[in-house]
């Protein structure tokens, strides 16, 4: 079981906006700004989307944009299009490790 | 940008030791976290440990038992013993690069399977 909860699949057309959650506790999201996003693709290492909460690193669609709200951080991606299908994973800073926690992930499907 | 290679024994018996080592290619080492994280389809992806740029170190809890880490900068590369391992302990297993002070990856290396199997 995974520190931070996030619903295993969420799926939406392509042009929908979508929105991934993720719950933390106040030991980790709702106490820090370090949450970060990654998309991962089947075989590949996950790719950085987004850190500190809300910064894009250069490269990433402004499509892609985070946001967060007490103990739960979101992704919101909009203008869906057919290669956003993939697992995305969100991980926060905690004080229990003095290091990072993450998601179970989840596993977007573009319709 | 930083460039991550990794390598190790892929197929482990019970109880023996998994051997992992990461090099680094470009890029400064004083500004990061040299780290190591595993995946398998039921847990997810899981911190396992990380080394500062002195040396130090720490790891998750759950693993900290088993685990030893080193730096050695004169090669650029890091590495990972865990030893006693199990059934359980089969993932895919990441080296990666993460920023001081952000605690985000902006660097992995490809990763290396390793299956423990009698």
């Known amino acids: 079981q995974s520190a931070l909860t996030q619903p295993v699949s969420v799926s939406g057309s392509p042009g929908q906006s979508i929105t991934l959650s993720c719950t933390g506790t106040?030991?980790?999201?709702?106490?820090?700004?370090?949450v970060t996003w990654y998309q991962q693709y089947p075989g590949k290492a996950p790719k950085l989307l987004i850190y500190d909460v809300t910064e894009r690193p250069s490269g990433i669609s402004d499509r892609f944009s985070g946001s967060k709200s007490g103990n739960t951080a979101s992704l919101t991606i909009s203008r869906l299009r057919p290669e956003d299908e993939a697992h995305y994973y969100c991980?926060?800073?905690?004080?229990?490790?003095?290091?990072?926690?993450f998601g179970g992930g989840t596993k977007l499907t573009v319709l | 940008q930083a460039q991550l290679q990794q390598w190790g024994a892929g197929l482990l018996k019970p109880s023996e030791t998994l051997s992992l080592t990461c090099a680094v290619y470009?890029?400064?080492?004083?500004?990061?976290?040299w780290s190591w994280f595993r995946q398998t389809p039921g847990k997810g992806l899981e911190w396992i440990g990380k080394?500062?740029?002195?040396?130090?170190?720490n790891s998750n809890p759950s693993l900290a038992s088993r685990v030893t880490m080193s730096l050695d900068t004169s090669k650029r590369q890091f590495s990972l013993k865990l030893s006693a391992v199990t059934a359980a302990d089969t993932a895919l297993y990441y080296c990666a690069r993460v920023v001081k002070n952000n605690f985000y990856v902006n660097a992995w290396g490809i990763g290396t399977t390793v299956t423990v199997s009698s």
């Open positions: 470009g890029g400064s080492s004083s500004d990061y976290y």
């Open positions: 080394v500062n740029p002195g040396g130090s170190g």
């Open positions: 106040s030991s980790n999201i709702g106490t820090y700004n370090f």
């Open positions: 991980s926060s800073y905690t004080f229990d490790y003095d290091f990072v926690v």
